[in-house]
């Protein structure tokens, strides 16, 4: 089974600037889709960014982008030019491509993340 | 348009007691899952829908959980005998297709965060 580990519970940054979550992950599949997801105070989980393990560029979203070692089974969120609105807790999830149970998400277990103004 | 939603967003009850969760997915988004979030853990799958049938349980606990999606739209999360482990914020997402991979974005709704006193 694949597991995903996020082993920072708790970051901070001040704002504008930046800061990396770590996030690696176990599997014995080839192809796989990692991502990173939001979820504020409000508790609905927002799609940040989405890597596929095909792919060797790292994908970038505006201020979000990620380093994916996919040898080490690493896979970081780097947040740029930080802003108050990115507080949230953030989660690493890891989806089969292909195969069975390919819909199921498989999620670590959290980076709360403080922007002191 | 609409994104998901569920109702109600937060239920207190007693030990012991049944409780239903309502999930309201995207229309036309055939494909719908359930996770239970316990408090300080990521999301973890319970069931995923395809259409009216449940292609995928594997996730739920044990025979007091349940959940329809009679009309291939609403869907219903029925707990029986409450315990206190039931305590959760119970995310409902839907997604356009389901088996095609990860181009198949879930989205979430804000959840039920359950209460069992």
């Known amino acids: 089974a694949q597991t995903v580990t996020q082993s920072q519970p708790e970051m901070s940054v001040q704002e504008a600037e930046t800061v990396t979550l770590s996030c690696t992950y176990d599997t014995s599949e080839s192809d796989y889709y990692l991502f990173w997801y939001k979820q504020p105070p409000s508790r609905q989980m927002i799609l940040v960014i989405r890597?596929?393990?095909?792919?060797?560029q790292n994908a970038t979203e505006n201020r979000f982008s990620v380093n994916f070692q996919k040898a080490a089974k690493s896979f970081s969120l780097k947040i740029s030019d930080s802003q108050l609105g990115d507080a949230a807790m953030y989660f690493c999830?890891?989806?089969?491509?292909?195969?069975?149970?390919?819909?199921?998400?498989?999620f670590g277990k959290g980076t709360l993340l403080t922007v002191n103004p | 348009g609409a994104g998901v939603s569920q109702t109600p967003s937060n239920k207190v009850t007693e030990k012991g007691k049944y409780v239903e969760l309502r999930c309201d997915p995207i229309?036309?988004?055939?494909?719908l899952y359930w996770y239970r979030q316990s408090l300080g853990q990521g999301p973890e799958f319970l069931i995923y829908f395809q259409g009216t049938g449940a292609a995928d349980d594997s996730g739920l606990p044990n025979d007091r959980f349940f959940a329809v999606r009679p009309e291939g739209s609403v869907s219903t999360l029925k707990i029986q005998r409450t315990e206190r482990g039931d305590s959760a914020v119970y995310l409902c997402a839907s997604s356009l297709l389901g088996t095609s991979g990860g181009l198949d974005e879930q989205f979430f709704g804000p959840g039920t965060r359950l209460t069992v006193l």
């Open positions: 890597q596929e393990a095909y792919k060797q």
């Open positions: 999830a890891y989806r089969r491509y292909l195969g069975g149970s390919n819909y199921k998400l498989t």
């Open positions: 229309s036309g988004h055939t494909a």
